[in-house]
């Protein structure tokens, strides 16, 4: 069993613990009645599993300064953006603050004090900003994503492939939904009938409407709720929702960024957790 003193060694006790093939064990984190912490790969009463760490080729990174509550910048200048959430903005050169936006960026300062972390990736590394995109957890196996949505801080942004969480992270979401936390409560957020989407285009909203009919291209499917206003959907992610004509005549929640093109709105949908039959 490993001391907390020797902490900085978890990486290669790691590496030590899986098997050849480099499949991943477990790693269990115990605190006994002294306070002292040890990690092993043998589970005892009151040991926490840590998935996080378990896995091969994982080690700490450390972070330098928190950019907003969803992206954060490492000692090597290399920009992480968390994965499959998102948090309102905060004030920059190019757009204005959101609701929410800097108590998301002060919590996850609070978070990351000790500014050391775990990364773990999915199948897209980076986005089109040149950003790597990962899932971060603290080195007691906190997930980070996870616990901004379980604070009502940041809402889920599921962009596939990078679907891996996704259930921890919806139903993370629909707690702190239920409970009214952060974000949930505030007016900026409130669901508004999609024929006033002309007047709520900025940021991320939430609409409700009911599609009446579906069109169908070469690149996406849409729902279409009128003649200027439809939801889209490529068809490469059409099998991670159910049948879209299940969706018809029914009151449903849309929630996502609305694009314009002269007096025609949409937005587009990457995963079925945007859309929500009320």
Known sequence: MLDIKQFFLIPYLILSLVTPALSATEIYRSVDDRGRITYSD?????????DIISQ?????????????????ILEDKKQIRLLGINTPEIESRLRAEEPGGVAAK???????????????YDQTKRDKYKRLLAHVFTPDGRHIN??????????????????????????AQ??????????WSMPSYQPKPITQIANHNKGWQRF???????KKSRKYTRLIFDDKIDIRILNTNLNLFPALN????????????????????????QHPSALIIR
Do not use: C
């Open 42 to 50: 043998v589970p005892s009463t009151g040991a926490k599993k840590l």
């Open 56 to 72: 091969p080729g994982h080690h700490l990174h450390s972070v330098v300064r928190v950019y907003d509550g969803d992206t954060i």
């Open 106 to 120: 002060k919590w996850l300062q609070t978070q990351l004090q000790e500014n050391k972390v775990y990364l773990e």
């Open 146 to 171: 996870q616990a901004l949505l379980e604070n009502g801080l940041a809402f889920v942004s599921i962009i596939p492939p990078n679907v891996r969480y996704s259930d921890k992270l919806i139903q």
């Open 174 to 183: 629909q707690q702190a939904e239920k409970q009214k936390l952060g974000i």
């Open 208 to 214: 409700t409407g009911i599609p009446v009919s579906i």
């Open 246 to 269: 299940t969706y018809l005549g029914k009151s449903m929640e849309i929630r996502g960024w609305v694009s314009r093109n002269k007096d025609h709105y949409t937005l587009l949908i």
